[in-house]
């Protein structure tokens, strides 16, 4: 059966880094895009960025865009978000998750059809 595994979450000052990292098991890696949202309390799961399954296309949500950096190495099955310059209200819930789709940019939480437990990140003023 599929399997999504995140890691990396923690708690980080404002400013600082943070790479989360999605292992994923169970399925055809290459062959599907896969992308990474997050869930504060409270608030609906927001897209923030999406990576096709060849790694060759990107796109990001107007939040994270030129702070947050997607990618993936297909021969390990995994996938990779690069947070710099971290801000108290990027604090949330982080879920990676496997598109639908191959090759399309999917922004959209049906879009995707399997997720992560998710990895808890706080940063903290």
């Known amino acids: 059966q599929v399997q999504l595994v995140e890691s990396g979450g923690g708690l980080v000052q404002a400013g600082g880094s943070l790479r989360l990292s999605c292992e994923a098991s169970?399925?055809?890696?290459?062959?599907?895009?896969m992308g990474w949202f997050r869930q504060a309390p409270g608030k609906d799961r927001e897209f923030l960025a999406v990576?096709?399954?060849?790694?060759?296309?990107?796109y990001y949500g107007n939040s994270v865009k030129g702070r947050f950096t997607i990618s993936r190495d297909n021969a390990k099955n995994t996938v990779f978000l690069q947070m710099n310059s971290l801000k108290p209200a990027d604090t949330a819930v982080y879920y990676c998750?496997?598109?639908?789709?191959?090759?399309?940019?999917?922004?959209?939480?049906?879009?995707?059809?399997?997720w992560g437990q998710g990895t808890q990140v706080t940063v903290s003023s």
């Open positions: 998750g496997q598109s639908k789709y191959r090759d399309y940019l999917a922004g959209n939480v049906y879009e995707y059809r399997n």
């Open positions: 169970g399925f055809l890696f290459s062959s599907w895009a």
């Open positions: 990576i096709t399954g060849s790694g060759g296309n990107t």
